[in-house]
């Protein structure tokens, strides 16, 4: 079993950062691609971004690209998710999930993802 739990969320004022951070516990954390996706009220649930299990290569949703970066720190087994220039559209349960490597299926769809968090939620005030 793994575990990830999700901080660092909070009220932010538009136009400025927030740093959200995902720390695993139990199986090895490097078997593991790990995804960050977010659901506003009466919203799916979308893909923000994931990265795989050595850092080396990220993916985003192409209307977040260039505000919004996803890295890992395999030593400490924890993802980040680090966002900028937030408007009020980004307030939304931001949820991080982890995808087995050794298994096909796409990094864009959260029915491939295996473990996910509580999620920590994230508001932007105009």
């Known amino acids: 079993q793994l575990q990830l739990v999700e901080s660092g969320g909070g009220l932010v004022q538009a136009g400025g950062a927030l740093n959200i951070s995902c720390a695993a516990s139990?199986?090895?954390?490097?078997?593991?691609?790990m995804g960050w996706f977010r659901q506003a009220p009466g919203k799916e649930r979308e893909f923000v971004a994931a990265?795989?299990?050595?850092?080396?290569?990220?993916y985003y949703q192409d209307s977040l690209k260039g505000r919004i970066f996803i890295s890992r720190d395999n030593a400490k087994k924890t993802a980040f998710l680090q966002m900028n220039s937030l408007k009020p559209e980004d307030s939304a349960v931001y949820y991080c999930?982890?995808?087995?490597?050794?298994?096909?299926?796409?990094?864009?769809?959260?029915?491939?993802?295996?473990?996910w968090g509580q999620g920590t939620q994230v508001t932007v005030s105009s």
């Open positions: 139990g199986r090895p954390f490097d078997t593991y691609i």
């Open positions: 990265i795989n299990w050595s850092g080396d290569a990220t």
């Open positions: 999930a982890a995808k087995n490597r050794y298994y096909s299926g796409s990094v864009y769809s959260g029915a491939e993802y295996d473990y």
